[in-house]
């Protein structure tokens, strides 16, 4: 009966009570397969209102029911089209594909679907349990790659840190080498510039201070320079001397 002021027989007719406010329901949850086989239990919940009480109340049994098993088709219709993995991370694709799909078809059930909404995607016990390995597998995987990456690393720093140390003992032996070279060439400069500032007279007064000193020594050793015996050779007597030996 439509809103407004209406007129009926006594014990012909009656009147059904709808209530057209939006109202609430959450489907059981249900199995379905995806495109790889595997099976999976959809939540769902969704929100409806009565748009045709006529539809509604005498035109089917249980329009309620109609409406969940229509939004059940297309959700195993839509993951049916859908891997494990595509599935189990695309619920908000999916809403905006079920919504879609179901669009105007509840009219016949004087039902419009104002909201969808896939609560929760569970993968079967033996699912979980195979992606539970491999999620074990893969972490597993991942902490031997990082713990050989951090002994790359650390062999590497080692390495660096013993070639940094040959590189700078290497290059301070070179610079002490050459240093100690600076240093002896300097002394040799400096004796060499000390000698040709001395005069004759100072190496004549060293050879006298040096043959005093032998004088003086118990030796009978004696020390002439080269001019001196050959002056001591133009001599007479030495000569004789010489003759006398031989």
């Known amino acids: 009966m439509e809103a407004g002021l209406h007129f009926y027989i006594p014990f012909i007719q009656r009147i059904e009570s709808v209530e057209l406010a ?24 969704l929100n409806y209102h009565v748009t045709d009480a006529k539809k509604y109340t005498y035109e089917n049994t249980d329009s309620v029911e109609s409406m969940a098993q229509l939004v059940r088709g297309h959700l195993r219709d839509i993951i049916g089209r859908m891997d494990l993995n595509a599935a189990l991370g ?18 016949i059930y004087g039902i419009n679907v104002d909201r969808v909404n896939i609560d929760e995607l569970t993968p079967s016990i033996e699912i979980q349990k195979a992606m539970d390995k491999q999620l074990t597998a893969d972490r597993e995987r991942v902490a031997v790659i990082a713990k050989a990456e951090r ?14 140390a040959l590189v700078e003992t290497a290059q301070a032996e070179a610079e002490a080498t050459r240093m100690r070279a600076d240093a002896e060439s300097y002394r040799i400069e400096k004796i060499r510039a000390a000698l040709e500032s001395v005069s004759d007279n100072y190496f004549r007064d060293q050879s006298i201070a040096a ?31 010489l003759d006398m030996k031989k």
């Open 22 to 45: 939006m109202h609430p329901l959450k489907l059981q949850k249900y199995s379905v397969i995806t495109q790889d086989n595997a099976d999976i239990e959809a939540s769902v919940t």
């Open 90 to 107: 695309s619920t908000s694709k999916i809403n905006a594909e079920l919504a879609a799909a179901i669009g105007d078809l509840t009219n």
């Open 211 to 241: 043959f005093t000193k032998l004088a003086q020594s118990d030796t009978n050793l004696v020390v002439m320079s080269k001019d001196e015996i050959t002056d001591l050779g133009n001599i007479p007597v030495i000569d004789k001397m």
């Open 151 to 164: 002994e790359a690393r650390n062999i590497k720093l080692t390495t660096d840190a013993k070639n940094q």
